[in-house]
């Protein structure tokens, strides 16, 4: 599919004036999350009249703490979910070649002091090559220990008395998850759909007992909108049962929330190009240690949480247990001194009658329609988002909610693709995610003046966000249309009061707004913080 022309979102006072029209929409999709934003997409590259509304902003929640990678699961590969592991190598095959400003392939070394660890491991890499066919990312290989350690330079030589005997070097991709969230919704606009952050969902709207629209409050000015669609999807991640719970209140809860914790570190305790994957811990978790922008992350946990925050805060268990894993993996151990940010994320586990621990439960997704019609989806994971929303989108076509219409995402690319292949920025690094894009941001007033050194946030970065992405806070700005929060948590704060201004400037608030933004950042960003 060739790329469909660029184009730029309009003003909120023009999105809120299309809310306004009494029209309606063929498709309104509640949550902007990787699951909300590519059934979004889904339905406008079929033709439907398409309208996403996120309360919060795009990926603020689940979707943008994951832990940058787009892969098959090699954990689901040991439990012998060979179906799930297939389609989802497939979807990372695709999502590399639709994506390839946001998307690219990382070795990973998986060390080895066992015995039977590089045969055990080494077969199982081998069908995970074979499973992924013809869009295999790159062919696994066994290492000898000097070839381990020259492609993880920071491993341990030794782990609880074991040598290291040598790994496997196998391939997986990597992502950066709130700037794919974000092509995502260019590209839900570049189709002639229409996608409003900061607008909350309040209710489902009835007629003759089939749901026909939702009611929304712009979070922003208060205004209060009620819009008619044929077909209501609820994409709202772990939050799907408070949609559900709209139309029946005595809706029995679909999904367990497990909480994933991610460290961040400076980069030399990972100085090469490769990831080290450590895969099985203690407890039978598996820990990844990642080159990220330029910095080293470290995760994850896999914790039940009863309660929803937006905000969720890494508990003291979960922060040592991975600098423990790590400190024992590594040549240099972490300390709490060492932790530049510390972030969560509530991953939507699908509940299973009679299972306990949510390292057990699946990530497979899950659609279901109810009696009036709302389509709810959750589970899954960013590498499948694709497949996810053809399925939802499908169900809806089948149960007659919409006129039949063929998916049409397997080959089209994101908005900003078309810049990979030109090399406008080396991959992997944060000006590649603009694709072509990038010479128009590069073009605005303060490229060349950096905010944030440790995500290299530029001004023009700031005024980008603001004219052509929807950033309509601080946050929004610092935390998912650049990484800073999540990098480096107190040069984020540092930057505030600059990103503030400059936002007020491009959007037209005064001093106050600057000042109240800005004190609401440092709220939020204290849980980005790690005490010492």
């Not at 790329?3 to 029209?21: F, H, K, M, N, Y």
Request: hydrophobic content about 45%; overall charge positive.
């Amino acid at each position: 599919m060739t790329p469909i022309r660029p184009v730029t979102p309009p003003t909120r006072e023009r999105l809120l004036a299309q809310l306004d029209s009494a029209q309606p929409w063929d498709v309104i999709v509640i949550g902007g999350g990787a699951t909300g934003l590519g059934t979004a997409v889904d339905a406008a590259a079929r033709g439907y009249r398409t309208l996403l509304v996120e309360a919060a902003d795009f990926a603020k929640g689940t979707s943008s703490r994951a832990t940058k990678l787009v892969h098959g699961g090699v954990r689901y590969l040991a439990q012998g979910n060979i179906s799930l592991v297939r389609e989802a190598l497939h979807e990372r095959g695709l999502l590399g070649r639709n994506a390839p400003h946001v998307v690219w392939p990382l070795g990973f070394v998986v060390p080895a002091y066992g015995l039977l660890d590089q045969p055990f491991y080494g077969i199982g890499l081998k069908m995970y090559d074979v499973l992924a066919g013809r869009l295999n990312l790159r062919s696994s290989r066994l290492l000898s220990r000097a070839q381990a350690l020259a492609d993880a330079p920071t491993l341990a030589p030794e782990v609880g008395g074991h040598r290291l005997r040598g790994g496997v070097l196998y391939y997986d991709g990597q992502f950066d998850d709130a700037r794919l969230a974000t092509a995502l919704m260019r590209t839900l606009f570049d189709l002639g759909g229409m996608a409003v952050n900061y607008m909350a969902v309040t209710g489902l709207n009835q007629s003759n007992g089939r749901i026909d629209g939702v009611t929304v409050r712009d979070m922003l000015g208060g205004t209060t909108f009620v819009l008619h669609g044929k077909c209501v999807v609820n994409a709202t991640g772990v939050w799907v049962d408070e949609i559900r719970r709209m139309e029946d209140r005595s809706a029995m809860g679909l999904v367990a929330p497990s909480q994933g914790v991610h460290l961040t570190l400076p980069r030399d305790f990972l100085p090469g190009a490769n990831a080290i994957l450590i895969p099985k811990t203690d407890d039978g978790r598996v820990l990844f240690v990642v080159p990220w922008n330029g910095h080293t992350i470290v995760g994850t946990t896999d914790a039940p949480r009863a309660d929803l925050p937006v905000e969720p805060d890494a508990s003291r268990a979960d922060v040592d247990f991975i600098l423990d894993t790590a400190g024992r993996y590594l040549s240099r151990k972490p300390t709490r001194a060492d932790v530049t940010s510390v972030w969560s994320g509530l991953r939507p586990l699908v509940k299973s009658s009679g299972v306990g621990a949510t390292k057990t439960l699946s990530r497979e997704h899950t659609i279901l329609l109810s009696d009036a019609g709302l389509i709810t989806v959750t589970g899954g994971k960013w590498t499948t988002y694709r497949r996810m929303a053809q399925d939802v989108m499908d169900m809806a076509v089948r149960e007659q909610l919409l006129p039949y219409a063929p998916c049409r995402t397997q080959d089209l690319p994101l908005h900003g693709a078309a810049g990979a292949a030109a090399g406008l920025a080396p991959a992997g690094t944060p000006d590649a995610y603009y694709g072509s894009d990038l010479p128009q941001l590069r073009a605005l007033p303060g490229a060349d003046r950096i905010l944030v050194s440790a995500s290299g946030l530029s001004e023009a970065h700031v005024r980008f966000a603001a004219r052509f992405e929807l950033a309509r806070s601080v946050e929004d700005v610092l935390a998912r249309r650049n990484r800073a929060l999540f990098l480096d948590s107190a040069a984020a704060l540092r930057a505030a009061p600059d990103v503030a201004r400059i936002l007020a400037e491009e959007l037209g608030h005064d001093a106050a707004w600057q000042r109240r933004s800005v004190a609401d950042f440092e709220r939020t960003a204290q849980v980005y913080r790690l005490a010492a």
